[in-house]
């Protein structure tokens, strides 16, 4: 089992700057990619950026240039950090994580909500 927490949401206005953290526990060598999704109110959650355990990176191309996902092993932490955020980032974000046996993302922190004020 991995445990995931996520923190760092909050409120901000539009052009500002927010990260995020996700610290992992329990059996983070089983892990083979993190990530983060979001969900906005009425809407479905989807993917936004994730960062595999060698590195690689992928975003959302609605984040893309504006978004980073990166990762410190050495804390189990991996981060999201959002620039020019508009109002239509404003969601729940989900830190995720896949174990090395599974296709879908099998782990969930908890969220933490984004607002972000025009």
């Known amino acids: 089992q991995v445990q995931l927490v996520e923190s760092g949401g909050g409120l901000v206005q539009a052009g500002g700057s927010l990260r995020l953290s996700c610290a992992a526990s329990?059996?983070?060598?089983?892990?083979?990619?993190m990530g983060w999704y979001r969900q906005a109110p009425g809407k479905q959650r989807y993917l936004v950026a994730t960062?595999?355990?060698?590195?690689?990176?992928n975003y959302a191309d609605s984040v893309k240039g504006r978004f980073t996902i990166s990762r410190d092993n050495a804390k189990n932490t991996v981060y999201l950090l959002m620039n020019s955020l508009e109002p239509e980032d404003t969601a729940v974000y989900y830190c995720?994580?896949?174990?090395?046996?599974?296709?879908?993302?099998?782990?969930w922190g908890q969220g933490t909500q984004v607002t972000v004020s025009s």
């Open positions: 995720a994580a896949r174990a090395r046996w599974a296709g879908v993302y099998n782990y």
């Open positions: 329990g059996s983070i060598d089983s892990v083979a990619a």
């Open positions: 960062v595999t355990s060698d590195g690689r990176t």
